[in-house]
């Protein structure tokens, strides 16, 4: 039964996920960075004791520096740590960079963090660990960063891949191996297993997927609930949840028509603001925001022009600012005389504002 549920899967998804991001981005950009034990964060010594670390590159990470780590730990585990304070401001630029590539590949795609997501590249005609290939290929040429690329056809098999080879590798886990792969699985690597889960698990004497795969359906139920089904199904590399489409919306735009056509610049300056405030309101209210603005003009013969500007990072959401970039752009396409009809304005290349970077240290 298992394994006809898991053959009829026949979806190609990839998970992607930055290596170290904030400390490789740091040593990208700081080649001094590029060779010693270096942590995201705080350095005790400069701020009374205070600090955690948001990552750690591979080298401190050998010395056992890790994530959400107190910074005073970290040092004490790592003496000769190097902190480098978090820049979020790039690293959100970065991220959207990087989630601009995703939708070269898909629009189906699932944003996790600043540096993860799934992507459904089932209706790609191309073979999925070529895509693979491509996207990682396409993240290193605009961006100088490496990254793990998981390769499967569930979200559970795709996320375990990319953490298989890390750093810089692609693990592709096609349906032959699937079962294998979760049969040797350490149980604690399982999906929503927590402290508390590995506890009961102890208690049971099940330390990986062939326990696991082991125990009945029943037998789970009792001892975890609903969760037992979720991994009763996860030990037979059986996991139908959909990449969960949550960059739908790829632009967000307002237009006005004219039923006498303007010819003044400040009439449209006027309905630049005025849209402006209209978008800024809509993307605030979901929560958006975009790199990439487009002016779009029609002029009294029905003659439309659209013209974009996409900066490195995203938008403030400023309807004065947005007016000020309309009119640069309107002024390039009209610098005499116009008649103009209709007059739109649009953001593209959005991303979620939960995506920016959440900041450890304001809890301290
Ligand atoms: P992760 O992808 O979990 O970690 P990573 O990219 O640093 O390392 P790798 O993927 O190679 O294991 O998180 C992405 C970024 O999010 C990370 O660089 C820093 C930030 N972050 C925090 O600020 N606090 C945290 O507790 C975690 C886990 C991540
Ligand atoms: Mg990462």
Not at 107 to 132: C, F, G, H, Q, R
Not at 212 to 217: G, K, P, R, T, V
């Amino acid at each position: 039964m298992a394994e006809f549920l898991q053959a009829s899967d026949n979806r190609k998804i990839l998970h992607v996920d930055i290596d170290a991001f904030y400390a490789q981005v740091e040593m990208r950009d700081h080649p001094q960075l590029r060779h010693v034990p270096l942590g995201i964060g705080r350095d005790p010594d400069k701020h009374h004791g205070h600090g955690v670390i948001a990552t750690a590159n591979y080298v401190a990470r050998k010395a056992g520096v890790h994530s959400a780590m107190g910074s005073i730990e970290a040092k004490r585990v790592c003496p000769n740590l190097v902190f480098v304070a978090p820049d979020f401001d790039k690293y959100r630029q970065i991220s959207s960079q990087i989630h601009a590539i995703f939708h070269e590949f898909t629009e189906t795609i699932e944003p996790v963090a600043l540096d993860e997501a799934y992507l459904d590249v089932t209706e790609n005609k191309m073979a999925a660990p070529t895509l693979a290939a491509q996207l990682r290929h396409r993240i290193w040429q605009e961006t100088h960063l490496t990254c793990s690329v998981g390769v499967s056809y569930n979200k559970v098999l795709a996320k375990l891949g990319s953490e298989h080879h890390k750093p810089n590798g692609v693990t592709v886990i096609p349906h032959e191996l699937a079962q294998d792969f979760m049969l040797q699985l350490p149980i604690q690597d399982f999906r929503g297993v927590g402290k508390k889960t590995l506890l009961k698990f102890e208690k049971l004497g099940v330390k990986n997927g062939r326990d696991l795969y082991a125990m009945s359906l029943d037998d789970l139920r009792v001892h975890f609930g609903s969760f037992g089904d979720v991994l009763y199904w996860q030990a037979r590399a059986t996991h139908f949840s959909p990449v969960k489409d949550r960059s739908v919306r790829q632009s967000v735009g307002k237009e006005s028509t004219f039923e006498l056509a303007i010819h003044d610049r400040q009439s449209v300056e006027a309905a630049f603001k005025a849209l402006a405030e209209k978008v800024v309101a809509n993307m605030q209210k979901r929560k958006l925001l975009g790199r990439t603005l487009t002016v779009k003009i029609r002029d009294d013969e029905f003659r439309t022009q659209t013209k974009g500007l996409t900066l490195a990072g995203t938008f403030d959401l400023d309807p004065a600012f947005m007016t000020r970039q309309a009119m640069l752009i309107f002024d390039e396409i009209y610098p005499e005389d116009f008649s103009v009809r209709l007059l739109g304005l649009t953001f593209s290349n959005i991303i979620e504002q939960k995506y920016e970077a959440v900041s450890l240290f304001e809890q301290f």
